[in-house]
C-alpha cells in the first residue's frame, strides 16, 4: 500500500532564504506526483504537478524534482517571502490504487521578516 | 467565474444529527472527490464519483453517503453513525479520474457539539 511522508512536519526560516521541502513515497508506480499549498482554514492550491516520466517542473521561484527510483521528491522555493507562509502538501497518484490522490502529511512553513 | 463551492463554511452538530455538506463546481469536470481532513494530517478519501450515477468507497467511507444526480453536485451527508465527525471537510474535482489536476473548495468546518 502506498504511504507518502513528509519531512519536517514544520519549519522556521529567515526571509530570503532557498529552502527545501521533502517528500517521500514507498511504491513508485506513480502516475503523476502533485504539490500543493494550503492556508490555514482554506482549501488546497495546486502548485506543481509531475508527471512520472518528467524529472522536475519549475513555476516562478517554485521547483519540484521527481526521482522515481528513490521515492522521491523536493520543492525547492528561492527567495522565500512572509508570503509563502503555508502548510504544503505532497500527493501521488499510485498505478494499483484506482487513481486516487494519497497525501503525505504536510510540511508547515513560517517565512519570518 | 469557474471553480468549486463549498457551503456551509462553519456546521455545527447535535450528537444523533445527520447534517449535509454542498459542493458545487461549474468547470464540467466529470470527476468529484470528498475528502476529510484532521489536525496535523494529510487528506483521507471519502467518497468519489467518476460520473452521474456512479460513485466509489474512499478509504473512510463509513458513517458517509453521498449522490451525483447532477454533473455539478456532489453532496455529502455525516450521518450519526459517524463516530468521530469533528473535521474540515474538502470537496475537489477533476476532469477525469486517473491523473488529472485536482481542484479544490474552500473547505466546510464540521463541529459536532
Known amino acids: 500500500k502506498q504511504e507518502v511522508t513528509q519531512i519536517p512536519a514544520a519549519l522556521s526560516v529567515p526571509e530570503g532564504e532557498n529552502l527545501v521541502l521533502n517528500c517521500s513515497f514507498t511504491?513508485?508506480?506513480?502516475?503523476?506526483l502533485q504539490w500543493f499549498r494550503q492556508d490555514p482554514g482554506k482549501g488546497l492550491t495546486s502548485l506543481l504537478l509531475?508527471?512520472?516520466?518528467?524529472r522536475e517542473q519549475t513555476s516562478g521561484r517554485l521547483n519540484a524534482s521527481l526521482d522515481k527510483s528513490s521515492g522521491r521528491s523536493t520543492l525547492y522555493i528561492a527567495a522565500s517571502q512572509p508570503g509563502d507562509s503555508a502548510t504544503y502538501l505532497c500527493?501521488?497518484?499510485?498505478?494499483?490504487?484506482?487513481?486516487?490522490?494519497?497525501f503525505g502529511q504536510g510540511t508547515e512553513l513560517s517565512v519570518k521578516p | 467565474d469557474g471553480g468549486i463551492t463549498q457551503s456551509p463554511k462553519y456546521l455545527f452538530r447535535k450528537e444523533g444529527q445527520n447534517v449535509t455538506l454542498s459542493c458545487e463546481q461549474n468547470?464540467?469536470?466529470?470527476?468529484m472527490y470528498w475528502y476529510r481532513q484532521d489536525p496535523g494530517q494529510g487528506l483521507r478519501l471519502i467518497y468519489y464519483?467518476?460520473?452521474?450515477?456512479?460513485?466509489q468507497k474512499g478509504d473512510i467511507a463509513e458513517g458517509y453517503s453521498v449522490s451525483r444526480e447532477k454533473k455539478e453536485s456532489f453532496p455529502l451527508t455525516v450521518t450519526s453513525a459517524q463516530k468521530n465527525p469533528t473535521a474540515f471537510y474538502l470537496c475537489?474535482?477533476?476532469?477525469?479520474?486517473?491523473?488529472?489536476?485536482?481542484?479544490f473548495g474552500p473547505g466546510t468546518r464540521l463541529t459536532v457539539l
Open positions: 475537489a474535482s477533476s476532469l477525469a479520474t486517473l491523473g488529472d489536476t485536482q481542484y
Open positions: 464519483s467518476q460520473i452521474v450515477n456512479d460513485f
Open positions: 468547470l464540467n469536470h466529470d470527476a
Open positions: 509531475i508527471q512520472s516520466s518528467q
Open positions: 511504491d513508485s508506480a506513480i502516475y503523476n
Open positions: 500527493a501521488v497518484i499510485a498505478y494499483n490504487q484506482g487513481g486516487k490522490l494519497i
